[in-house]
């Protein structure tokens, strides 16, 4: 399975926008891009996802490169309640079984 | 819709011991999911099935296993729990298509001592 690198965290401050960035140079043409976040004792929850163009959403936006080598989630607002892991994960889209191979993801802190 | 439910929400286990994680879900899913996820770490998917009789094996299969013999419900049983299967343990479902959108649900926290 195709792998993603992310920063461990980072910090944003509230009301301001946050880019999240994740690098998934091993690629395949069809896999997806995905976007989940987890907050504080909750399970995962999906944010956003993408192939080729970019995606917007109440959530997010999603920005693809045009090489497909990269990605970033867009939060246009912060806000404390966005404080979270944020996980960006390749679906491989032969087989059809939807299987969501996790990274560590980045965790966000966001400061009023 | 109450989405996907957990039971329990935590346990705790003496080494050896057995038991079944419950997880249900109502909005007629046919994919359910079976991850764990340990301090600091991301999801490991453990067993997944795509419909009601059919399971398939994840990345850490051992020590587990399931069965689906409905298309609400997919339980997850330890037969002989040890300290490593000391988790947090995520029951997910989606519906098939386009989106592969997962829902999870509230999770259940083991520990085996």
């Known amino acids: 399975d195709a792998k993603t690198t992310q920063p461990n965290s980072m910090e944003s401050n509230e009301e301001e926008p946050v880019h999240l960035p994740c690098n998934h140079s091993t690629i395949s043409g069809t896999d997806y891009i995905h976007w989940y976040r987890q907050l504080p004792s909750q399970g995962p929850e999906y944010v956003i996802h993408?192939?080729?163009s970019n995606v917007n959403n109440r959530m997010a936006s999603l920005a693809i490169a045009e090489d497909r080598k990269s990605s970033t989630l867009i939060l246009h607002r912060a806000t404390l309640r966005d404080a979270a892991v944020y996980y960006c994960i390749l679906r491989v889209s032969s087989g059809n079984t939807g299987k969501l191979i996790f990274g560590q993801g980045t965790t966000l802190q966001v400061k009023p | 819709n109450a989405g996907v439910t957990q039971t329990p929400k935590f346990r705790i286990l003496k080494i050896g011991q057995s038991m079944t994680l419950q997880c249900a879900q109502d909005m007629n899913h046919n994919y359910m999911y079976w991850y764990r996820q340990d301090p600091g770490m991301g999801l490991k998917l453990i067993y997944y099935?795509?419909?009601?009789?059919?399971?398939d094996k994840g990345e850490v299969p051992n020590g587990y296993n399931v069965s689906r013999s409905t298309t609400e419900d997919f339980p997850l049983r330890l037969e002989l729990a040890a300290p490593s299967q000391t988790s947090v343990y995520f029951c997910?479902?989606?519906?098939?298509?386009?989106?592969?959108?997962?829902?999870f649900g509230p999770g259940t926290r083991l520990t085996v001592t």
């Open positions: 997910a479902s989606r519906l098939q298509g386009e989106s592969y959108e997962q829902y």
């Open positions: 099935s795509v419909g009601a009789g059919i399971t």
């Open positions: 993408g192939l080729t």
